[in-house]
């Protein structure tokens, strides 16, 4: 693949750098600097790490989970860590692959971001594939919903999840030595998890980083039944035909997996990270590298009867071979992953002086692998190599005019080898330009964003080349009064992005997802038009925050079960519709009383999406139903108490062949308690999540009729900083 359009858009954003460093008289030119070194003693910080901007609260919608939240909130995938945030729900294909559903979007229309930089892994390939970032070693993570997400990729039309860990230090520790270290255990899953860094000055203006992590957990604790009651009684029937045949062993294999309770089977992981990192620091700007590595191997839970049937196939069409060629040809025994990433990041920003103050600069380099293997035999290996860049000039601001131009450079090569490769060695090439501008004009803001994102995907083995060029765009109009708390606004976009080389290059089966995928070389860019109506109110004592939105989709990708069978797998086909998409999501939290060095807070989370698609074409499938979130808290400089009650609602609302899902009510509550006061350095925290040990199981989840959430989970955690 020609690396061309990366080192030409390099070579061009450096040119200002070498002369901005001989200006030492700005102030520091990335804004993120404020308060992210430490993990205790600025949890009360909400900024957002967008360098360009000092808030992305007029075309974005954000989250910040920090502090005891991110603590106690912690799972082992970044999907299953943010579920309490507005407009969150999470894959949950099982607990070692998990990826953030945000307004019921998933896959390439949501982006995982590292400190701005893409994971650089394959987990948007598939939803049997993890993540390569572990919230262990997360500092904060972000949510960013709406229109000016578009600024990370035209892509992400759902939104984008930025995760800051310190691997690249952002200012000096006072002192000698910082260290910080959480640890923990959770009962539903016998998981145990340490991490810990430590940050160095080796001088006043050059630090040094190192991190490492470590997790391990059995299979999940679940209520009842492992099926769900559908699947289950399907399972059932099909064990009592296998019985009537005569096929006693098969039947047998039936009945246990349908009366299987209390553990999801082959659901164990065991993931260990570590990093390393060196930054300079000066009040010229700052450039610093990190090295990192991660390491996971996890089950990949099974769908009863989906084997027995893929050698039902085989026996139908070589009965002479019989059960050992079965076995010999596909394998025996469950269905695991072994992942590797070796990653190297650049981080850097220089002042520059004159109409552009500032240029920021990020860069990532990742090297993946990892290995499907059934029972003890490898099936399929898939590997990735990449590199992603952006940078940015950013504007002096001028008269309440401020902004940001930028370019962003993504290339990737990816390859799949073995009898279940479903999708061909591919190479993908992107390259972006973008601009956001901002004019404050008093009680009123405006801002608009435009990006331009040209995205070649080849595949020489199948003679596949094609180039897509997308243009997106959005404007935002907000409305402040005079020194009051109240924000109203209204945001419109049109994004556009091509579609991934998943969508149209995939054919063949995948044994993790037990599926037949079937793409579409033919598929056009996909076209959005959305828009937003928001209101804000942020006192004191009062935060409030609603969003109604909607968007009208032009050749909608999507990925629906068929009614047919190939190598006797259910075949997934990606088709190319218009659809439609709106709903609402709203936070709320409230000082109701103080009294003996407490104050005392209500909380809740709502939100709701509908999507489908148009011209009778029925529900976009898992889409997750209308959820409640509230609780109650109690919190003092020593202690937090907090009670919660979540409802999700029953989702009928579904695609053809896809089942619907139940109704549950979820009870939980936490403890954190600080013994030496908030500048002591030393949390502790007990939570007691699902106390009632109901089922429950996640409607946006592939795997939601055999993989359900965790049953009664008592979690213990502490966490140090000095």
Known sequence: MSHRRFLISAAILALPVAPAYAQQSQPPAERVERGLSDD????????????????????????VLTGDDLTEDLRGQIGDSLTGLPGVSSTSFAPGSSRPVLRGFQGPRVRVLTDGIGSLDASNTSVDHAVTIDPLTAQRIEVLRGPAVLLFGGDAIGGAVNVIDKRIPRDIPDDAVHLDAIGGYGSAADDWSIAGSVDVPLTSKLVIHADGSFRDTGDVRVPGFVLSPALRATVLADAAEEAEEGHDEEAEELF??????????????????????????????????????????????SRPGAGHAHGEEEEDHDDDHGDDHDEEEHGEGPVTIGLKQIRA????????????????FRAGYSDYE???????????????SGIEAR???????????????????????????????FVPKNSLESWALFTVQEIDLGDWEVEGALRFEQTDISANVIDFDRSFNAVSGAVGLAYTPDDSPIKIGVNLSRAERAPSAEELLSNGPHIATQAFEIGNPNFTTEKSWGGELYARWNSKDVQLSATAYANKFDDYIFEAETAGEEDGLPIFQYFQRDATYYGFEASASAVFARASGFEFIAHGVADYVRAKIDDGGGSVPRIPPLRLLGGLKAHSESLDLRAEVEWSASQNKIAAFETPSDSFTMVNASAAWRPFGKEGNITLLASANNIFDVDARRHASFTKDYVPLSGRDIRLSAKFSF
């Open 40 to 63: 205790f003693h600025n949890d009360s910080m909400i900024i957002v790490t967008a360098p360009y901007v000092d808030q992305l609260d007029i075309l974005a919608g954000t989250s």
């Open 256 to 301: 246990e997996a349908a009366n299987q309770r209390g553990r999801i089977p082959n659901s164990a992981s065991r993931t260990q990270t570590a990093g390393a990192g060196i930054a300079y620091i000066d009040d010229g700007g700052n450039l610093g590298f990190s090295v990192s590595y991660y390491d996971t191997n996890y089950g990949v839970p």
């Open 345 to 360: 990041d650049l981080r850097g920003g220089v002042n520059i002086g004159g109409f552009f103050e500032a240029l920021n």
């Open 370 to 384: 990892h290995t499907e293997f059934e029972g003890d035999e490898i099936g399929t290996v898939f590997s990735v």
């Open 391 to 421: 940078a940015e000039l950013v504007q002096a601001e001028r008269n309440g005019w401020r902004g940001v131009i930028g370019t962003q450079v993504l290339v990737r090569d990816f390859n799949a080898v073995g009898a279940e490769a």
